[in-house]
């Protein structure tokens, strides 16, 4: 009886999780094929009467020269994740196994931690310099400077957690460092780097301040501040926020599902494999 009420218990808590996460977006969903009647409806009713797609479709629309702020989002988190995870591969991987530059580390992470705005000044005149005020590269190139040391920190303690002997015994077959990072290195890592890779994109993601700053118009504004544009009229289209708010999470949520077996996936399976 009690291997069964255990089982029971543990499906109702997985169950109750379940329902607190999807709810909200249920109801996130169902306000963006609302009408602004059922929204404004009293008393509130929980279907719409008439279902309106209207907002979805003006929003994957893609007029020409104006790729929309979804695409925006996706083309540089993306841009900056996969950027600097190359960078920080082969730092973290010097940090782990060259010992004497955790000087360096440690000044990339203090500069990590000071606040966004002392940053603004000098990021808005190199980009002006450079004429990448309000393009997708320069946006890239600034969201470098948050994610890599981040992802440089990551990798690096878990570059530290993993065996060294395989590498020396590579190092011994004839192999070149280079070669035993390729090899050895990251297939033991790929949890690490997949979990790495999730964060730092969430990060460019939901990032709103540069973005705020750095861009002017829908040509390389992301989904953040057009959600923020949303609001900063007199009259705000609930539904429409919804809609957006809807297309935003859904991203994410099928990169978690796409590095899900990596995400779980053990370090020491990787090297038992031949």
Request: overall charge positive; hydrophobic content about 55%; aromatic content about 12%.
């Amino acid at each position: 009886m009690k291997p069964k009420l255990r089982l029971l218990l543990r499906y109702g808590a997985a169950l109750l999780l379940a329902v607190s996460i999807l709810a909200p977006m249920l109801w996130l969903f169902l306000m963006s094929v609302s009408s602004s009647a059922d929204l404004t409806r009293v008393p509130l009713e929980w279907l719409p009467r008439h279902w309106d797609f209207s907002r979805y479709v003006s929003l994957l629309s893609l007029q020409p020269g104006q790729p929309g702020a979804l695409f925006n989002s996706l083309l540089v988190a993306c841009g900056a994740t996969l950027i600097s995870l190359l960078l920080a591969i082969p730092a973290a991987f010097s940090f782990s196994r060259y010992p004497g530059r955790d000087g360096w580390l440690f000044a990339s992470l203090a500069i990590y931690m000071v606040p966004p705005v002392a940053f603004v000044l000098p990021l808005y005149f190199i980009l002006q310099q450079l004429a990448l005020l309000n393009t997708h590269i320069g946006l890239v190139l600034v969201y470098c400077s948050l994610i890599l040391p981040f992802l440089t920190w990551m990798l690096k303690n878990q570059f530290d957690a993993l065996p060294i002997d395989i590498e020396q015994a590579a190092r011994l077959d004839g192999l070149r460092q280079w070669q035993v990072l390729l090899r050895i290195t990251l297939p033991l890592a790929k949890p690490a780097l997949g979990a790495s890779a999730l964060f730092g994109w969430l990060l460019a993601w939901d990032e709103f301040f540069y973005a705020l700053l750095f861009t002017s118009n829908i040509q390389a504004q992301t989904l953040p501040v057009t959600i923020a544009g949303f609001t900063a009229g007199r009259a705000t289209d609930d539904g429409l926020i919804a809609a957006v708010g809807i297309l935003a999470a859904i991203p994410p949520l099928f990169i978690a599902l796409w590095l899900q077996k990596t995400l779980v996936s053990g370090l020491t399976s990787g090297g038992s494999k031949g």
